[in-house]
């Protein structure tokens, strides 16, 4: 008897000791949440702006902005300096799909009736990995709907991951699309053998104006319709617009930031016929932005006068006139503050400009507006 129970503990510890041995098998992975709602991943309210960074292709970085909205339609533009597609896209629940796009489209005016010319389905609910879909010649699979991200807007969470794979013929290369919640897309990479070509979200923002609005340039007298181009200081605190026929050019360096507007009159820029708008760095002093002004406008041969006040928003204008170059350019230079900003705006041309260049340059200032206070420049 005493042998069986000895037996018998035996037995019953080597079992515990063997179940001590093994280690808990680990619990399945939680399996990723389907998304049933896919318009948090497609944000399209009017005014909204997407500024995107990119490489590999002189048009992967390009800017979007949600234009119109009716009902569950929403007109977007999409510029990559290269072209300017007007874009409509139907936005519910069940799915995101581009209905319509045109080329060339520099204009504000809505597509929104327009007949449909496309029809891809960008995102499609459930999103969840695994899940596929075809349209438009392509074929669409979600990767994940948890990565994360980090571009140059910030890092995102709970990223939705989407392989894009083209179903024509010898179509080579793969395109993965990343949507945040709330933001939408801030990630696309093209990948083709040694080839890369990403767009990065720079930027998510409101724009508070239109990207082309239409207004009236008066030359000698007689009024002109002309578009007009959205110009964005961000992140200085302004916008403006400016004619077709004038190069838009924006520099920083540790002396400070210059929006330069430059004549392009028949296609020919040139140098000698500007606006430029130049913000000094922070922390400066009215006495030394007056300074530092006057001292860059005391070159060899230029003849610098003081002036009256031609802005109701300056606290110190010159005239100038250089009488190095023949015929002689003039000029005007006026230092203003906005709150602790400071800046200047000067203008130089030849004289024979003035009738032409003269009415852009006012339009420019007439157009200027302070996006922090909503208040026009003049």
Not at 47 to 56: A, M
Not at 206 to 212: C, G, L, N, W
Request: charged content about 20%.
């Amino acid at each position: 008897m005493k042998r069986l129970l000895i037996v018998a503990m035996t037995a019953v510890f080597v079992a515990a000791a063997v179940g001590c041995a093994k280690k808990p098998a680990p619990p399945p992975p939680t399996p990723e949440a389907a998304v049933t709602d896919v318009r948090g991943y497609f944000p399209a309210e009017p005014k909204l702006t997407w500024v995107y960074e990119g490489s590999g292709n002189e048009y992967a970085g390009f800017t979007a902005r949600a234009m119109l909205r009716e009902g569950d339609r929403v007109q977007f533009s999409h510029n990559s300096g290269g072209t300017r597609l007007g874009q409509v896209y139907q936005v519910s629940a069940a799915e995101v799909t581009l209905l319509f796009s045109r080329e060339e489209f520099y204009s504000d005016a809505s597509l929104l009736a327009e007949k449909p010319n496309r029809h891809r389905v960008i995102l499609k609910a459930p999103l969840k990995a695994g899940a596929s879909w075809e349209s438009a010649q392509e074929r669409r699979e979600v990767v994940g709907v948890s990565e994360a991200v980090q571009v140059p807007a910030g890092t995102y969470h709970n990223v939705v991951k989407i392989k894009v794979t083209s179903l024509a013929a010898q179509a080579g290369g793969q395109t993965f699309e990343y949507y945040a919640p709330d933001i939408g897309l801030v990630l696309r990479e093209f990948i083709a053998g040694q080839d890369r070509i990403v767009s990065r979200l720079k930027a998510h923002k409101q724009t508070p104006a239109s990207e082309v609005k239409e207004g009236t340039l008066t030359i000698e007298g007689t009024p002109h319709k002309v578009v007009l181009s959205l110009v964005e200081g961000d992140p200085l605190p302004f916008y403006t617009y400016a004619p077709p026929d004038l190069a838009v050019s924006r520099a920083t360096s540790p002396e400070g930031t210059e929006f330069r507007f430059s004549a392009r009159f028949g296609g020919q820029q040139r140098d000698d016929v500007y606006l430029a708008i130049f913000f000094y760095p922070p922390g400066m002093t009215t006495d030394q932005a007056v300074l530092r002004a006057a001292n860059g406008i005391s070159k060899p041969g230029w003849i610098v006068k003081g002036s009256e006040k031609r802005y109701t928003w300056s606290v110190r204008e010159w005239t100038l006139r250089d009488t190095v170059r023949t015929p002689a350019r003039v000029g005007h230079l006026a230092v203003g503050q906005h709150k602790d900003m400071l800046f200047h705006v000067m203008s130089y041309m030849p004289p024979e400009f003035g009738d032409g260049f003269g009415p852009r340059s006012r339009l420019i200032l007439e157009q200027f507006m302070w996006t922090d206070t909503n208040e026009k420049l003049q």
